[in-house]
């Protein structure tokens, strides 16, 4: 079998297809041998079926074919149909499907091609002009997934796990506490890809939760609010949902002192129990 996490393999395999890199589809492959294992290790296991984004050559599917008892993988770029074939030869529990993993409709495929496993997880070396998007989907849509555990940039990875109330987090990380438990797996150098990127990366898992952390009237009007509250982090969270939401100073006041807030507070300053209850309170 190819090892495609060796640079000269991978250079030799992409000089011999006539592959070249494309920027604009987050075309970074790992080079790093250390890195897929300890990716599939952790995501999953022989009674796991498993979605992959973005497989570019195989190298983490090949990982995942090791670890998991199915693996389906997405690829958007149609020039890897060429190649994928020929590094997947030796694995009959992989499944490769040409499309876009935005579009594509995931819970029949978890339905049609999970049926014999135990649990379904999402892994993959994400392509990064759709980390937050990619995610958002996932969690929101409330798919039967046990997990995510993707490589991310490493300060997208850091917003994402942040703790809620704290300086780091953003509506993602509301989003992400409500759906998931989050956790920085490793870090990975930009070093450990061709082409390297400019940033560094590190590896995140989400574990989606059976039963959500907080009580929500109205699971819609929380995602809206909690969009409000940090579309202008600097200003006062009166001021900002204010202006975005039309919600009067008065009213928003009259709610944070029913809960023991200040006027000045910001949103960044709220734990996700606080969101929800003035939330809950504002638009009852
Ligand atoms: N898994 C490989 C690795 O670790 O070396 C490649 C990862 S590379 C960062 C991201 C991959 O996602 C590329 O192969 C790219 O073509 C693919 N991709 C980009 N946008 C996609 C989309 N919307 N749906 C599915 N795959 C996509």
């Given at each position: 079998m190819l090892n495609l996490a060796d640079i000269n393999t991978l250079e030799k395999l992409l000089k011999s297809e006539g592959f070249s890199f494309k920027k604009s589809l987050g075309q970074n492959f790992l080079i790093d041998p250390s890195v897929c294992p300890a990716m599939a290790e952790a995501a999953c296991d022989k009674e796991t079926g498993v979605i992959e984004i973005g497989p570019g050559v195989g190298?983490?599917?090949q990982e995942l074919g090791r670890?998991?008892?199915?693996?389906?993988?997405?690829?958007l770029d149609e020039r890897l149909k060429k190649i994928l074939p020929k590094t997947l030869a030796e694995?009959?529990?992989?499944?490769v499907i040409f499309g876009d993993a935005m579009k594509l409709d995931l819970l029949s495929i978890i339905n049609e091609e999970f049926a014999d496993c135990k649990r379904v997880c999402v892994c993959a070396n994400l392509p990064y002009y759709i980390t937050s998007p990619i995610i958002m989907q996932l969690l929101e849509s409330?798919?039967?997934?046990?997990?995510?555990?993707?490589?991310?940039?490493?300060?997208a990875g850091e917003?994402?796990?942040?703790?809620?109330?704290?300086?780091?987090a953003g509506a993602v990380t509301v989003a992400v506490s409500y759906f998931a438990e989050a956790e920085i797996l490793f870090g990975v150098g930009r070093e450990s890809f061709m082409p390297p990127p400019n940033v560094d990366s590190a590896v995140i898992q989400l574990k989606i939760r059976d039963k959500a952390p907080i009580f929500l009237k109205?699971?819609?009007k929380f995602f809206k609010f909690v969009k409000a509250c940090f579309a202008q982090r600097r200003k006062t969270l009166i001021n900002t949902v204010s202006n975005s939401l039309g919600v009067s100073k008065d009213k928003l006041r009259e709610?944070?002192?029913?809960?023991?807030?200040?006027?000045?507070?910001?949103?960044?300053?709220?734990?996700?129990?606080?969101?929800a209850d003035l939330c809950n309170l504002l638009f009852n």
């Amino acid at each position: 079998m190819l090892n495609l996490a060796d640079i000269n393999t991978l250079e030799k395999l992409l000089k011999s297809e006539g592959f070249s890199f494309k920027k604009s589809l987050g075309q970074n492959f790992l080079i790093d041998p250390s890195v897929c294992p300890a990716m599939a290790e952790a995501a999953c296991d022989k009674e796991t079926g498993v979605i992959e984004i973005g497989p570019g050559v195989g190298v983490l599917t090949q990982e995942l074919g090791r670890y998991a008892k199915k693996v389906v993988a997405i690829e958007l770029d149609e020039r890897l149909k060429k190649i994928l074939p020929k590094t997947l030869a030796e694995f009959n529990n992989i499944k490769v499907i040409f499309g876009d993993a935005m579009k594509l409709d995931l819970l029949s495929i978890i339905n049609e091609e999970f049926a014999d496993c135990k649990r379904v997880c999402v892994c993959a070396n994400l392509p990064y002009y759709i980390t937050s998007p990619i995610i958002m989907q996932l969690l929101e849509s409330k798919l039967p997934i046990d997990s995510i555990t993707v490589m991310v940039q490493k300060e997208a990875g850091e917003r994402l796990c942040a703790t809620v109330g704290s300086r780091q987090a953003g509506a993602v990380t509301v989003a992400v506490s409500y759906f998931a438990e989050a956790e920085i797996l490793f870090g990975v150098g930009r070093e450990s890809f061709m082409p390297p990127p400019n940033v560094d990366s590190a590896v995140i898992q989400l574990k989606i939760r059976d039963k959500a952390p907080i009580f929500l009237k109205d699971e819609k009007k929380f995602f809206k609010f909690v969009k409000a509250c940090f579309a202008q982090r600097r200003k006062t969270l009166i001021n900002t949902v204010s202006n975005s939401l039309g919600v009067s100073k008065d009213k928003l006041r009259e709610c944070l002192s029913e809960l023991n807030l200040s006027d000045t507070v910001r949103s960044e300053q709220l734990t996700l129990d606080q969101l929800a209850d003035l939330c809950n309170l504002l638009f009852n």
